[in-house]
């Protein structure tokens, strides 16, 4: 899944999801979205907590349909996935990435 970007100077706008990219994943990735709604629908009827991007996933559904939160779902946990790979660490522990973009030497202004 690939978002269409359109960034400027510091600000960076991720658009819609285009067809690119490995067709299998996007296909795992949109089941899983479409499971992920579902087991969260199901706990929500039997009165069970749900909270984190389960509840996110059933707001979205809640203000359109299903298909487009499953599509919206699914784009989140791309970029989750993607977030986990690039730091090594697991989805949930807090990582500080500005401090790393701070210190990096890149950023470091010319006295």
């Known amino acids: 899944m690939t978002p269409k970007e359109y960034s400027s100077g510091n600000s960076r706008y ?4 285009s067809k690119k990219g490995d067709r299998y994943l996007r296909m795992l ?11 969260s629908k199901v706990a929500e009827t039997a009165g069970r907590e749900v909270c984190g ?20 779902l699914a784009n989140k946990l791309a ?3 993607y977030a986990t790979l690039r730091d090594k ?10 401090s790393k973009k701070i210190s990096r030497e890149s950023f470091v202004m010319p006295a």
């Open 14 to 17: 991720l658009g819609r999801i």
């Open 29 to 39: 990735l949109t089941h899983g979205a479409r499971s992920v709604l579902r087991a």
């Open 89 to 98: 660490e697991p989805f949930g522990e807090g990582t500080v990435r500005l």
């Open 53 to 72: 991007v389960r509840r996110w996933a059933l707001d979205v559904q809640g203000r359109s349909n299903h298909n487009k939160a499953a599509c919206a």
């Open 79 to 81: 970029r989750i996935c």
